[in-house]
């Protein structure tokens, strides 16, 4: 290593070898702008520290040079692949005079601690740069060379890790094609940090306070405040839900009661915030004025059209912004790294994260659902409904006229991985067949190809039409989780997303929508009419296939079967006619009251679950949907011991707590055999409320956190621990609103079922929740043995 790259005398030449960002910062900060100041380890540094491992392995031998011709689908390998190469890195010896050379260059700050980020050469990968957002993440360390050492490590690392081969490969990038600097810089407490999207129509902020932690992981809902570029006007201001922030252990003004953990064994720690506190936005006026303030200057700079990430330090008398990152146009801001212009067509709800670029198939007449619909668009359609879950396998992209963040097309969006924008009014008039869009599922925007007149593409040309950047798979776990002891479940319904759930550190299935599940096999067909077409025989074998999928994957761990919960025929237009009374009703024959109406299908459903069983299988065990009342489930469970399902010892038949009559009648449910519950808080809270799961204009300010919902949560769990049961919760609420997990661990939740996408960040909100117990405990226990000496 020749020498470190200051940010301040960064060049032109430089680029390749500092990488994007640091080099786009550099640019800023050599024309006056306040950035942290820093250096960049050079990305040759890395090619140099792959050639020294010293390794008996083919793989990482030739590991510079390799190009890794993985079988990226086959997520076993891929994963122990990543493994033995991150843990070669990580075991690997940094040249000592670079360690020092680094840590003597640092020391110059007098800042206890540091903060390594990734900085690639996007430009010398792809010409539009691609889409690296959330692909590596930042570092912290202390300030000394064993702590440098490592940090450089684990940054490299990350190159090696089993989402960025994949993305690699899906890009169609080699690894020599790669440079990856480290851009170095002094890290200090904040009082708060954010981003700022800037476009021609209009400005977002975002903040929180404390470090940026919370907001690149997803733990909070920031601060918003729409901004009008040339006035600096704040048009509006959303107060955002932040129950906890980051901040370094040593410095941080934090009550001690307060703290929740540390994170990746550094000295940050993570704390909640007081109530007052929570209910003030992290900028005042004054901090606020000064980002505006620098968003406008930096306008005059690179354009209308750029993000910059922020921070307001706590290390001053008078604290000042600085800047963090900076994307320009050509490098990240949301919607140009796809090579879109702005301002976004369409906004509504992000209710499925993720972007992609695909063409559109707009769908106006949501009555008149299409036999195919091609592979790689992004569907546009006013709603939908779960019998159209076969033709959205394919399907790039989805954007609804309606629906809220728990309606049927978020749910589908999101177990399959798909970025889905909903509430977005207007879109199959604003939208046309066949013209080229950015769906971008974690901000709810639609965007329109720059400079493409809207097309027309006839079906042949669909076949024909250009690649589509596929959306990022549901996120690999890191191996290095804490223990946990509040169970985490998954919810899945579909058996091509069976081997991917099987590796997630969950311990069972706590859902399996089985109307979801079905849907592959039914024909389109409503389980009644294959009674009726005398082909009940050829249902039942598909149906107990189909479980048993589930059964054996995740066996001995427990899987949770919820019974068939089909509202009306307007889920299923094949349903019996005498349905048609209830066709128009939101409610209609729901859960246990269709079952006593019309036991037949019910009863085949049993005897499917009876035949997994007979298979051998007895980590099966069944969720009764929907139950109004108490002789409904008694005749229910009738039913499941006549099918011999009890005469396995292990089988436990639980019932959902949706409805709200279960506040008062839990009791007389657990004298007549329920053993378990599962709070459905997206029933539980459209009831609770009076709103319709559907409408997202509604569930935006009517949803899961209002008081009257998580008052009826904490009720039910604790009615469930006075009775003895265990109580979980399947609905969507813990993985929307993540902040809401530390209440319910609090409140002894005995476990929590959250789709794939959403398993890594609960396990990590149930481990910071527990800590933060554990040590409320202690802290009582040594004030209790201190009063008493």
């Known amino acids: 290593m020749d020498k470190l790259y200051w940010l301040d005398q960064i060049k032109l030449q430089d680029r390749s070898q500092v990488g994007d960002k640091a080099f786009y910062l550099s640019k800023i900060m050599q024309r006056g702008y ?16 792959l050639t020294t491992l010293n390794s008996t392995s083919a793989l990482v031998a030739d590991l510079p040079y390799s190009s890794l011709h993985l079988d990226v689908a086959n997520w076993r390998q891929l994963q122990q692949v990543a493994g033995r190469l991150r843990q070669e890195i990580i075991t690997g010896i940094v040249a000592p005079q670079w360690v020092n050379k680094i840590f003597a260059a640092a020391k110059e700050w007098q800042s206890s601690y540091l903060i390594l980020r990734p900085s690639l050469a996007l430009s010398a990968i792809t010409p539009e740069g691609g889409n690296t957002s959330g692909l590596l993440d930042a570092i912290f360390c202390r300030c000394d060379e064993e702590a440098i050492a490592s940090a ?16 690699w490969r899906r890009v169609g990038v080699n690894l020599q094609q790669i440079n990856l600097a480290v851009l170095v810089q002094p890290a200090e407490n904040a009082i708060a940090s954010g981003l700022l999207y800037a476009h021609s129509s209009g400005w977002t902020i975002e903040a929180t306070k404390g470090l940026g932690i919370a907001l690149s992981q997803g733990d909070v809902q920031p601060d918003v405040y729409y901004i009008q570029q040339e006035t600096g006007i704040i048009l509006e201001q959303h107060l955002g839900n932040k129950m906890l922030a980051y901040g370094f252990a040593h410095g941080a003004t934090v009550n001690s009661h307060n703290l929740v953990a540390t994170v990746d064994n550094t000295d940050i720690v993570t704390y909640i915030l007081e109530e007052a506190q929570q209910k003030q936005y992290a900028l005042s006026e004054e901090y ?3 980002v505006i303030t620098l968003g406008n200057q930096l306008v005059s700079e690179i354009g209308d059209n750029f993000t910059i990430k922020w921070t307001l330090s706590d290390n001053t008398p008078d604290p000042t912004v600085h800047l963090t990152q900076v994307s320009s146009p050509h490098s990240a801001t949301p919607n140009l790294q796809y090579g879109y212009a702005t301002p976004a067509i369409i906004k509504g709800l992000g209710a499925s994260g993720g972007r992609v670029t695909a063409r559109a198939t707009v769908i106006t007449d949501v009555h008149k659902k299409p036999e195919q619909i091609h592979k790689g668009v992004i569907l546009v359609v006013a709603a939908l409904a779960p019998d159209w879950l076969p033709l959205l396998q394919e399907v790039a992209g989805i954007i609804t006229e309606t629906g809220g963040l728990t309606s049927h097309a978020a749910i589908l969006a999101r177990e399959l991985g798909i970025p889905a924008v909903v509430s977005a009014a207007g879109a199959t008039v604003s939208i046309t067949n066949g013209e080229r869009l950015l769906v971008d599922g974690d901000r709810g925007e639609v965007y329109r190809s720059r400079g493409e007149k809207a097309l027309q593409l006839d ?16 996120p690999l776990v890191n191996p290095h989780l ?19 759930g099987q590796n997630l550190p969950v311990d069972g299935v706590g859902l399996i929508r089985s109307e979801l599940m079905l849907l592959n096999i039914l024909e389109g067909q409503h389980p009644q009419s294959w009674l009726v077409s005398g082909r009940q025989a050829e249902l039942l074998e598909k149906w107990t296939e189909q479980i048993i999928l589930f059964a054996r994957a995740f066996a001995p761990r427990p899987v949770f079967y919820r019974a068939l919960d089909w509202r009306t025929s307007h889920e299923l237009p094949s349903s019996f006619e005498h349905q048609n009374s209830v066709r128009r009703s939101s409610l209609g024959y729901r859960g246990t009251f269709s079952y006593v109406c019309n036991p037949a299908v019910f009863e085949l459903e049993l005897t499917a679950l009876a035949n997994v069983q007979k ?7 069944l969720l009764l949907p929907f139950v109004r009342s ?8 009738a039913k499941v011991e006549q099918a011999g399902l009890t005469q396995v010892p292990q089988f436990q038949l639980w019932i959902m707590a949706e409805v709200p009559s279960v506040l008062f009648l839990l009791p007389e449910y657990v004298k007549a055999g329920v053993s378990g519950i599962s709070i459905g808080t997206n029933d539980l809270t459209q009831l609770l409320l009076g709103v319709d799961r559907e409408q997202g204009e509604i569930t935006s300010v009517l949803n899961e956190r209002h008081p009257a919902v998580m008052g009826a949560i904490a009720q039910l769990i604790q009615m469930a621990k006075t009775a003895g049961i265990p109580c979980s919760i399947c609905g969507q609420a ?38 933060r117990l554990i040590l409320a405990a202690a802290r009582k226990q040594i004030d209790i043995d201190l009063n008493q000496l």
């Open 630 to 637: 108490v002789p409904e489930f008694s005749f229910c469970r």
């Open 482 to 500: 804490p223990m946990i002891s509040t169970q985490l479940l998954v919810n899945l319904s579909q058996p091509k997303l069976i081997e991917e």
């Open 152 to 167: 450089l490590k684990r940054t490299w690392s990350q190159l090696f890790r089993a989402r960025s081969l994949l993305y």
């Open 288 to 290: 606020l004025q000064q």
């Open 734 to 771: 813990p993985a929307i609103y993540p902040e809401i997990i530390d209440q319910l661990v609090e409140w002894g939740i005995t476990s929590i079922s959250v789709e794939p996408e959403a398993v890594e960040r609960t396990y990590k909100a149930i481990a910071r929740a527990e800590q």
């Open 34 to 49: 306040p950035v942290v100041p820093g250096f960049v380890v050079s990305a040759e540094v890395l090619k140099q520290f």
């Open 459 to 474: 079906s042949q040309e669909l076949k024909s039409s250009e690649k589509t950047v596929p959306p990022y798979p549901h």
């Open 615 to 621: 298979a051998g299988y007895s980590n099966i065990n």
